[in-house]
């Protein structure tokens, strides 16, 4: 990656490359708290304090990957705010199936997955003014030109890369410009539109619905068959007793697979 990146539209710009950084949510919010503009993004080629969720390590060797974060500033409740990760991951999910067509699906909340491997995990944290969101710092990890070698050897099985999939070395700027054109087109239209349009195309690229899961939140375990999303973006259940569970946060895992990376 490097400075000659231009952005198509107003999501990344400006963009704020850098060598090496601890995180690149880190470094936006620093930027967030001093006045920077929606659309601003900071992309790093490597990060020494990568952050996935509920405080995971996210892999992040130079010169491999993609790793950036953007700045949003939906107008919206805080409650709503979680509905931006599975905006992201609509986008996110899109531009991988553009090589990887058929096999690219959506893990609830926040992953997406090559082939029932992971390939892309979206942290995002927000600053709330009062009862509305102020911004959203969105960050997105996605496994571009990882080798099978260069994964820890407990997440071989589990993790997967552009280049893993294909067989061929992925253009790290191209391939950042294309997402960040699919995802301003899906920011726009959830602005304009609402969530309901999000939730569809959400549920037709899912790949748990159907499926038996367990998800952790804290002490409580909810276990069953996903079968839908609410109007909010909660995750549906339906477990062994027919009883519906509505799931609003926690961590998910396929049963018999260990996916929650």
């Known amino acids: 990656m490097n400075a000659d990146f231009v952005s198509s539209g107003w999501l990344g710009r400006p963009v704020h490359f850098m060598e090496e950084v601890d995180s690149t949510n880190s ?3 620093g930027l967030a708290h001093r006045g ?7 992309i790093a080629d490597c990060q020494t304090r990568g952050r996935g969720r509920l405080g995971r390590v996210w892999q992040s060797p130079p010169g491999r990957n993609l790793y950036v974060s953007l700045l949003l500033k939906p107008d919206l409740p805080a409650e709503q705010a979680p509905q931006i990760t599975l905006v992201t991951g609509v986008a996110v999910a899109e531009a991988l199936s553009r090589f990887c067509p058929g096999v690219t699906t959506l893990k ?3 992953d997406v997955l090559i082939g029932g491997k992971k390939a892309c995990g979206i942290l995002t ?10 911004y959203v710092i969105v960050g997105i990890g996605i496994n571009l030109n990882m080798g099978k070698e260069d994964f820890p ?5 589990i993790a997967t890369s552009l280049r893993e999939e294909t067989g061929r070395e992925i253009d790290r700027v191209d391939f950042a410009k294309a997402l960040f054109s699919v995802l301003e087109t899906w920011y726009d239209r959830y602005r304009r539109m609402g969530f309901a349009v999000v939730r569809e195309r ?17 002490d409580k375990k909810v276990e069953g068959t996903a079968f839908d999303l609410d109007p909010s973006g909660a995750l549906m259940i ?24």
Do not use: H
């Not at 920077?36 to 900071?42: C, H, I, K, L, P």
């Not at 944290?125 to 102020?134: C, F, L, N």
């Not at 959400?202 to 804290?218: E, Y």
């Open 27 to 29: 470094r936006l919010a």
């Open 36 to 42: 920077a503009t929606e659309g601003t993004a900071v």
């Open 108 to 110: 609830w909340p926040n």
């Open 125 to 134: 944290e927000m600053r709330t003014r009062g009862t509305r969101v102020d």
């Open 153 to 157: 050897e407990e997440l071989r099985s």
């Open 202 to 218: 959400w549920l037709a690229l899912s790949g748990i619905l159907g499926r038996t899961v367990s998800v952790r939140n804290g």
């Open 238 to 261: 339906l477990d062994k007793e027919g009883r519906q569970e509505t799931v609003y946060a926690g961590d998910i895992s396929l049963t018999g697979e260990n996916l929650c990376c």
